[in-house]
């Protein structure tokens, strides 16, 4: 389960400019991201815009949750909620087919959406209240504050991505309105000395979203694929930045241009690691098909046109079946 350390592979981008009133700015930034996407479809950013101050209280809060006794943790239990938010016990997901369920505990937050709100009444999927706990008199402030502005981190780098595909930078407006987004607390135990066949802190997959934006912990352990050389790599935390990762919509919608990569955890840094991913989803009623820009001549679509949520409910059923 070696991997090579490849800090230096997977590319870092600045994407203040993306911020700049200067399009000629904002076209450049695309292009590297545009780079980045049809090599690897993962990649660091820097000057994100989110405060070094919120990110620390965001991983005090969520050290904190997890250190809590499991029946605090139980009575935020993910099996109390009709949305899929609050806890998720140890191996409760498995990730990677055939292999053992994923060595990692967590903590579910989307959207606060009231119980009278039309949405919940309708049953829409992953839509509803949260699970806050009360003996955690920061966490909620903390977390909610945090989901705003990834949500807005998240919309910048759409707006990127539409113009790393030659298309306005309003393209995706209709994906980004009503933008469902989830926000994971993840923790990993160290790796057992002696792991079941196959076992890890969380099993080779692809993201089901548009994009992911990761927070880690010093511990490293995350891997992604290479397919150049048929091997893992090492994407260990950079100080100052997110990784950065394109997922299984957006593949769609470039027909398989823009990469989304399989990626592993295996935490054997011998102590405990924490992680944040912030995954961008986008309008449950959007439909994802294929963008004509995105057909080579005479090529067709490999995939069929589907809803945002129709995808998910797919995905989830695949992973917690």
């Known amino acids: 389960m070696n991997a090579r350390d490849s800090s230096q592979q997977l590319p870092l981008i600045d994407i203040s400019s993306l911020r700049s009133p200067d399009p000629a700015a ?13 090599q690897r479809g993962f990649f660091y950013i820097r000057n994100h815009g989110i405060p070094e101050q919120l990110i620390a209280r965001l991983f005090a809060q969520n050290e904190a949750f997890f250190d809590q006794p499991m029946q605090s943790k139980l009575a935020v239990d993910k099996a109390l909620s009709p949305c899929n ?6 191996r409760a997901q498995t990730l990677e087919a055939g292999a053992p369920h994923d060595l990692k505990e967590s903590f579910y937050i989307g959207e606060e959406v009231a119980p009278d709100d039309a949405r919940v009444k309708a049953v829409r999927f992953n839509t509803g209240p949260n699970q806050w706990k009360a003996k955690l008199p920061a966490f909620r402030a903390t977390m909610e504050e945090y ?6 981190l998240g919309a910048l780098r759409v707006r990127g991505l539409a113009l790393s595909l030659d298309l306005p930078e309003t ?12 926000l994971r607390l993840l923790h990993y135990p160290p790796q057992p000395p002696q792991p079941l066949p196959g076992e890890k802190g969380c099993g080779a997959h692809t993201d089901f979203g548009g994009v992911t934006l990761l ?19 090492d994407a260990p935390p950079v100080p100052g930045t997110y990784v950065v990762n394109i997922g299984d919509l957006f593949a769609r919608w470039t027909n398989g241009r823009y990469h989304s990569t399989l990626h592993r955890v295996i935490n054997v840094s011998g102590r405990e690691r924490h992680s944040v991913p912030y ?4 309008n449950p009623d959007e439909l994802v098909e294929c963008l ?17 949520e129709q995808h998910l409910i797919e995905f989830y059923k695949r992973t917690y079946g």
Request: glycine share 8%; hydrophobic share 40%.
């Open 279 to 282: 995954f961008f989803t986008g």
């Open 171 to 182: 393209h995706f407006d209709r994906y980004l309105t009503n933008a469902a987004c989830t």
């Open 147 to 152: 989901f705003r502005q990834a949500h807005d």
């Open 292 to 308: 004509p820009t995105c057909l080579a001549s005479g090529e067709q679509p490999k995939y069929p046109p589907v809803t945002v």
């Open 85 to 90: 938010r609050g806890y998720e016990l140890l």
């Open 215 to 233: 927070l880690q912990d010093d511990s490293g352990g995350l891997q992604v694929w290479d397919a150049a050389s048929e091997g893992w790599i």
């Open 26 to 38: 904002r076209r450049a930034v695309a292009m590297e991201l545009r780079a980045a996407c049809e």
